[in-house]
């Protein structure tokens, strides 16, 4: 069974950094694609980044900002994120599928694995 467990979540000031993880468990192969979501209150789940064994993906309102990685040694996967602003607050998601379809991973629909989340929060 596979477990995606986020970490790194927590307050900071508009204009500083956060690094999230996401530690899987259980059979997640280095093949398969990785990525992050977010759910700021009261709003839609939204897409943030994705990573591929060969290419990443980013939403345009992190561009730039934030920057998604992966150790598959460790299982473990990043997102450093620079420059947060108060409207990056949300609960952010780790996800893992064997698709790496663009279209299946800017909807989030179908996504086999998520993890519980962890709440970001950036002050003004």
């Known amino acids: 069974q596979v477990q995606l467990v986020e970490s790194g979540g927590g307050l900071v000031q508009a204009g500083g950094s956060l690094r999230l993880s996401c530690a899987a468990s259980g059979r997640i192969l280095s093949s398969y694609t990785m990525g992050w979501f977010r759910q700021a209150p009261g709003k839609e789940r939204e897409f943030v980044a994705r990573?591929?064994?060969?290419?990443?993906l980013y939403a345009d309102s992190v561009n730039d900002r934030f920057t998604i990685s992966r150790d598959n040694a460790a299982n473990t996967l990043y997102l450093q994120m620079n420059r947060l602003r108060p409207e990056d607050t949300a609960i952010y998601y780790c996800a893992a599928d064997a698709s790496y379809s663009r279209s299946t991973w800017i909807t989030g629909r179908g996504l086999d694995y998520w993890g519980e989340g962890t709440l970001v929060t950036v002050s003004s």
């Open positions: 990573i591929t064994s060969i290419s990443t």
